[in-house]
């Protein structure tokens, strides 16, 4: 029997707004105390093993606004392409973070160790990459992508080899910037929006 729904109507959809910060992390959302910091802040301890590199970048919108209340978080293996959890993992590497653009300038900044390739179950060979969760004000599901290094040979990787307009690839690349910085910019829509992954 099919519930007539005149008594119960569905409740409108909700972007994120600024009610993503006050739960994730409340000190950006000016809410100190909650907790002595705001959890996962980092994906490394000091003891990380590998080469630790800075990811800096923007989140845009359509109009080429950088948008300034955007979190994200991240998840990502080891250097050697372990992930937490799995046997022979860097016991440094915590592998998720959580962290926003910052307030003013709208720029991001993930300090973390390089990761390393990963194997997959079916004995594929996986790009070193972090993933990334994106949520911010006016996006209503959060959104899915990877970030891939310039300087890695990503041919092989099965995810980019998925994508059919071979030039979009571009968008999942952070390029070296020297003294082991990278820049990794995310568009939402327009030219040269980043690809964003169902999974």
């Given at each position: 029997?099919?519930?007539?729904?005149?008594?119960?109507?569905?409740?409108?959809?909700?972007?994120?707004?600024?009610?993503?910060?006050?739960?994730?992390?409340?000190?950006?959302?000016?809410?100190?105390?909650?907790?002595?910091?705001?959890?996962?802040?980092?994906?490394?301890?000091?003891?990380?093993?590998?080469?630790?590199?800075?990811?800096?970048?923007?989140?845009?919108?359509?109009?080429?606004?950088?948008?300034?209340?955007?979190?994200?978080?991240?998840?990502?293996?080891?250097?050697?392409?372990?992930?937490?959890?799995?046997?022979?993992?860097?016991?440094?590497?915590?592998?998720?973070?959580?962290?926003?653009?910052?307030?003013?300038?709208?720029?991001?900044?993930?300090?973390?160790?390089?990761?390393?390739?990963?194997?997959?179950?079916?004995?594929?060979?996986?790009?070193?990459?972090?993933?990334?969760?994106?949520?911010?004000?006016?996006?209503?599901?959060?959104?899915?992508?990877?970030?891939?290094?310039?300087?890695?040979?990503?041919?092989?990787?099965?995810?980019?080899?998925?994508?059919?307009?071979?030039?979009?690839?571009?968008?999942?690349i952070a390029k070296p910037e020297g003294d082991g910085t990278?820049?990794?910019?995310?568009?939402?829509?327009?030219?040269?929006?980043?690809?964003?992954?169902?999974?």
């Amino acid at each position: 029997m099919v519930q007539k729904l005149t008594t119960l109507m569905e409740t409108p959809s909700q972007t994120a707004g600024p009610y993503v910060h006050i739960g994730c992390v409340p000190t950006f959302a000016g809410l100190g105390g909650i907790y002595p910091e705001d959890l996962a802040l980092s994906p490394i301890t000091d003891a990380a093993k590998g080469e630790i590199v800075t990811i800096k970048g923007s989140v845009y919108d359509g109009t080429g606004w950088a948008l300034r209340d955007a979190l994200l978080e991240s998840w990502q293996a080891d250097a050697r392409g372990i992930y937490p959890g799995q046997p022979g993992a860097d016991p440094g590497v915590t592998g998720f973070c959580r962290f926003t653009a910052d307030k003013d300038s709208g720029e991001y900044t993930l300090r973390t160790v390089k990761p390393g390739t990963v194997k997959t179950r079916d004995g594929k060979v996986m790009a070193p990459h972090i993933s990334l969760w994106i949520v911010a004000r006016g996006i209503n599901i959060g959104l899915s992508t990877r970030i891939y290094f310039g300087d890695e040979d990503n041919d092989a990787d099965p995810i980019l080899a998925r994508i059919e307009q071979r030039p979009r690839v571009d968008t999942l690349i952070a390029k070296p910037e020297g003294d082991g910085t990278y820049r990794f910019d995310i568009r939402l829509q327009g030219e040269g929006e980043t690809v964003f992954l169902d999974m």
